[in-house]
C-alpha cells in the first residue's frame, strides 16, 4: 500500500514542515525581504540627496577662500523653530569646509557672571577674526524668541534688545562683517512629528528638551514674537532670510545657496544653478506679508 501524503505537510530542502509553519515562514521572510528593498530604496534616495549638495559645497570653499583673501569677517545665524532643521543645516554647511576657517558656537544657558554683563557681551566674545566665518546656532535672537515666551527675560529687557538690535547689526555690516540671518519655519504637524520621532529614537532623543515638549502648546506665542521679531529686525543692512524646512533637504539645499548669493565671489562652477526655490526661501518682508494676510483671514497668525 503506497504510504499516504499528509496534505498538512509540506517538504522543504530534505525538512519536513507543516504547511502552516510553512506559510508563517513564507510570511516572514517576504516581510524581511520587503523591509531591506525600503531600506535600500531609502539609502539610495539619502545619497543622491547627498550627492546634490556637494557642487554647492565645494563652492563654500570657494567662499571661504574669498573670505580669507579679502580679509573679511562672515557671521551666519541660524534661528527658527525647534525642531526645523538648523543643525541638520549646519552640518552640511560645514562638512567640507576648512576648519581653520570656522567655528559653530552654540551658547547655553547664560551664567550668573554673563547675567551681570551687556547681553551682547557673550556673542561679541566669539565673533569672527579676519578671514573666518562663524555660525551661530541660535544667537543673539534667543531674546526675541525663547525668551520672550517663556518670560526668562524681563519686558524692558526685551524692548531694550528690540530697539537696539538694529543699531547693533547695522555697526557690524558698516564695520565690513557679511552678516546672513536665517529663519527656518516648519509646519506644527511636521514639528509634532519630528518631536515624537525624538521621544522613540534613542539616537535622537537627546535632542528633546524641556522647551522642546512645551514648543505644540505655545505655537501660538512663538507664531506672534516671530511676527514682531520680523518686522522689527528686517532691514536693509541686516533682512531676514525665511527658509520653509518641511523637506529638509531642499531646505539645506537652498540655505546653503542663500549663503553664497550674500558673498559676491567668484564661483568654482559657473555653470551650477544658484536660483533659490521661492517654494523654500521667502524675504523676510514677504513673510511679514503673507502673516498678515492671514490675520485677515482667519484672525490671527499662522506659520
Same mark, same amino acid.
Given at each position: +500500500?503506497?504510504?499516504?501524503?499528509?496534505?498538512?505537510?509540506?517538504?522543504?530542502?530534505?525538512?519536513?514542515?507543516?504547511?502552516?509553519?510553512?506559510?508563517?515562514?513564507?510570511? %516572514?521572510?517576504?516581510?524581511?525581504?520587503?523591509?531591506?528593498?525600503?531600506?535600500?530604496?531609502?539609502?539610495?534616495?539619502?545619497?543622491?540627496?547627498?550627492?546634490?549638495?556637494?557642487?554647492?559645497?565645494?563652492?563654500?570653499?570657494?567662499?571661504?577662500?574669498?573670505?580669507?583673501?579679502?580679509? $573679511?569677517? +562672515?557671521?551666519?545665524?541660524?534661528?527658527?523653530?525647534?525642531?526645523?532643521?538648523?543643525?541638520? &543645516?549646519? $552640518?552640511?554647511?560645514?562638512?567640507? +569646509?576648512?576648519?581653520?576657517?570656522?567655528?559653530? %558656537?552654540?551658547?547655553?544657558?547664560? &551664567?550668573?557672571?554673563?547675567?551681570?554683563?551687556?547681553?551682547?557681551?557673550?556673542?561679541?566674545?566669539?565673533?569672527?577674526?579676519?578671514?573666518? /566665518? %562663524?555660525?551661530?546656532?541660535?544667537?543673539?535672537?534667543?531674546?526675541?524668541?525663547?525668551?520672550?515666551?517663556?518670560?526668562?527675560?524681563?519686558?524692558?529687557?526685551?524692548?531694550?534688545?528690540?530697539?537696539?538690535?538694529?543699531?547693533?547689526?547695522?555697526?557690524?555690516?558698516?564695520?565690513? /562683517?557679511?552678516?546672513?540671518?536665517?529663519?527656518?519655519?516648519?509646519?506644527?504637524?511636521?514639528?509634532?512629528?519630528?518631536?515624537?520621532?525624538?521621544? /522613540?529614537?534613542?539616537?535622537?532623543? @537627546?535632542?528633546?528638551?524641556?522647551?522642546?515638549?512645551?514648543?505644540?502648546? $505655545?505655537?501660538?506665542?512663538? &507664531?506672534? %514674537?516671530?511676527?514682531?521679531?520680523?518686522? $522689527?529686525?528686517?532691514?536693509?543692512?541686516?533682512? @531676514?532670510?525665511?527658509?520653509?524646512?518641511?523637506?529638509?533637504?531642499?531646505?539645506?539645499?537652498?540655505?546653503?545657496?542663500?549663503?553664497?548669493?550674500?558673498?559676491?565671489?567668484?564661483?568654482?562652477?559657473?555653470?551650477?544653478?544658484?536660483?533659490?526655490?521661492?517654494?523654500?526661501?521667502?524675504?523676510?518682508?514677504?513673510?511679514?506679508?503673507?502673516?498678515?494676510?492671514?490675520?485677515?483671514?482667519?484672525?490671527?497668525? /499662522?506659520?
Amino acid at each position: +500500500m503506497a504510504d499516504e501524503v499528509n496534505p498538512e505537510q509540506i517538504e522543504v530542502d530534505g525538512k519536513t514542515l507543516s504547511l502552516k509553519d510553512y506559510v508563517q515562514e513564507h510570511e %516572514v521572510l517576504a516581510s524581511e525581504n520587503a523591509t531591506l528593498k525600503a531600506r535600500q530604496k531609502k539609502a539610495i534616495k539619502r545619497y543622491r540627496r547627498e550627492e546634490e549638495l556637494k557642487p554647492f559645497q565645494a563652492e563654500l570653499l570657494k567662499l571661504q577662500q574669498f573670505l580669507e583673501e579679502r580679509q $573679511r569677517r +562672515m557671521i551666519i545665524l541660524f534661528e527658527g523653530r525647534d525642531a526645523a532643521g538648523k543643525g541638520g &543645516t549646519i $552640518r552640511r554647511v560645514t562638512r567640507y +569646509m576648512n576648519e581653520k576657517h570656522y567655528r559653530v %558656537v552654540a551658547l547655553g544657558k547664560p &551664567t550668573e557672571e554673563q547675567k551681570t554683563q551687556w547681553y551682547y557681551q557673550k556673542y561679541v566674545s566669539t565673533f569672527p577674526r579676519a578671514g573666518e /566665518t %562663524v555660525l551661530f546656532d541660535r544667537s543673539w535672537y534667543n531674546r526675541a524668541m525663547v525668551e520672550r515666551v517663556f518670560n526668562y527675560c524681563s519686558e524692558k529687557e526685551y524692548y531694550d534688545f528690540m530697539r537696539g538690535v538694529v543699531g547693533f547689526e547695522r555697526d557690524l555690516v558698516r564695520q565690513d /562683517t557679511i552678516l546672513v540671518k536665517l529663519y527656518f519655519s516648519v509646519t506644527k504637524e511636521e514639528q509634532a512629528r519630528r518631536f515624537e520621532r525624538r521621544k /522613540t529614537d534613542p539616537l535622537r532623543q @537627546w535632542k528633546l528638551s524641556e522647551v522642546d515638549l512645551q514648543a505644540q502648546d $505655545r505655537w501660538d506665542d512663538f &507664531t506672534n %514674537v516671530k511676527y514682531e521679531m520680523l518686522k $522689527r529686525t528686517h532691514t536693509i543692512d541686516a533682512p @531676514w532670510t525665511v527658509v520653509r524646512s518641511n523637506d529638509k533637504h531642499l531646505a539645506r539645499l537652498n540655505a546653503i545657496k542663500a549663503i553664497l548669493n550674500a558673498v559676491p565671489c567668484e564661483r568654482h562652477d559657473p555653470s551650477l544653478d544658484f536660483a533659490l526655490d521661492e517654494n523654500i526661501i521667502v524675504s523676510g518682508s514677504r513673510e511679514l506679508e503673507m502673516m498678515e494676510v492671514e490675520r485677515v483671514r482667519s484672525g490671527k497668525f /499662522t506659520g
